[in-house]
């Protein structure tokens, strides 16, 4: 396998990133009470001076009362958004591409004692047949789509090069997405994927329309929950059409589409992983991801499961292959800002393990 497509570049609109990789988006609830530090700042700066191509930063949440279930998450309003200026222009001097992720957590439980309310979700669903909130109003839903459209003028404003919108994972846009935890029978729900792919519709030509249409936006999908690993949006390539070709009708620019596990084929009687098959039927720009450069995968993390270094040669075949456009590098970029120039220089000897213990410090 050869390096050379994974250091070719990749543009779309205002992202123009001096390669395939990007930095995945990774909870670091590294800010007190929602403002970045300068140690922050630092962090994302270190990736780009190792040439990662696109910086997605972790999770930040819109101005809701439970927008996040963690303090330590960092927001995306108010006082934080001066600390945000810090980090673009930490990351644009040494010539890095950054975008922020822009979050909702919706009703997922609260960590370390912190359960702000009121919940925001769909129908007061945390999981199946599990009440923990009231359904959100109109008012609800009106003021949501809102807030992320002022977080997302908010990101052109501080210079960012684009945004990613947080659809994936069970969080709020998901949950919107999710039969099990959609129950509406008004607009915002419905019985298949793109009645209930409403309210992500909406949250996306807010944000365009607050954004123009040369800053590019991006959003995160995918099919499992951390509520249910096995749950799917899109059982067929034709519902998958009707779900993600709605989202880029309302003005999504690329497809960031999560896997647990990147080589795994998304539909029988294809190998082509879900950002594939995603760029089959909708045609335009895809970001894959999922325990890429090291063993196991990452939830296995959060059980004490130690990782090694692992062969890149499927993501390489995957991209001569144009099956996607971008990778996505999780953990293997957290505990290491230099594995984009280790494995460009063939320094794999260099290479890191990952534990548990890496999710604790900004390396």
């Not at 980090?87 to 359960?115: A, C, F, L, M």
């Not at 923990?132 to 977080?151: H, V």
Request: glycine share 8%; with cysteine.
């Amino acid at each position: 396998m050869s390096l050379a497509t994974l250091f070719e570049p990749f543009e779309i609109k205002s992202i123009k990133s001096k390669n395939r990789v990007a930095m995945a988006p990774m909870t670091r609830s590294f800010s007190p009470k929602g403002i970045p530090t300068d140690d922050v700042a630092a962090y994302y700066k270190r990736r780009a001076e190792h040439n990662v191509g696109l910086i997605i930063t972790e999770g930040t949440v819109i101005e809701r009362p439970a927008s996040k279930n963690d303090e330590g998450i960092p927001n995306f309003y108010g006082d934080a958004l001066p600390k945000w200026k810090k980090v673009v222009d930490e990351v644009h001097s040494v010539g890095g591409v950054i975008i922020p992720q822009i979050w909702h957590v919706g009703n997922v439980k609260g960590r370390s004692g912190y359960d702000p309310l009121p919940k925001d979700s769909p129908s007061g669903l945390h999981a199946k047949d599990k009440i923990s909130a009231e359904p959100m109003s109109e008012a609800d839903i009106a003021d949501t789509i809102a807030a992320f459209a002022a977080s997302a003028k908010s990101a052109k404003d501080l210079d960012f090069d684009g945004l990613e919108l947080h659809g994936a994972h069970g969080y709020l846009i998901d949950q919107f997405f999710w039969k099990d935890l959609n129950l509406r029978s008004d607009k915002w729900g419905g019985p298949t994927i793109g009645e209930r792919s409403m309210f992500a519709r909406e949250v996306i030509k807010a944000c365009r329309a607050a954004v123009g249409e040369d800053f590019a936006i991006v959003i995160r999908i995918s099919q499992w929950k951390q509520q249910d690993y096995t749950a799917r949006n899109a059982n067929t390539p034709k519902e998958m059409t009707e779900w993600l070709g709605g989202l880029v009708d309302a003005g999504a620019d690329v497809l960031h589409c999560s896997q647990r596990r990147f080589w795994e084929p998304e539909f029988e009687g294809s190998d082509l992983n879900f950002a594939g098959w995603a760029k089959k039927l909708i045609g335009v720009p895809t970001i894959s991801v999922g325990s890429v450069g090291l063993s196991g995968e990452f939830v296995a993390t959060f059980m004490g499961e130690g990782s090694q270094p692992s062969s890149i040669d499927g993501v390489l075949k995957r991209l001569e292959d144009k099956e996607f456009d971008m990778i996505a590098v999780g953990r293997a970029l957290l505990n290491d800002p230099e594995w984009v120039d280790k494995i460009k220089d063939g320094r794999l000897d260099e290479l890191k393990s990952f534990e548990r213990r890496d999710l604790m410090t900004l390396y």
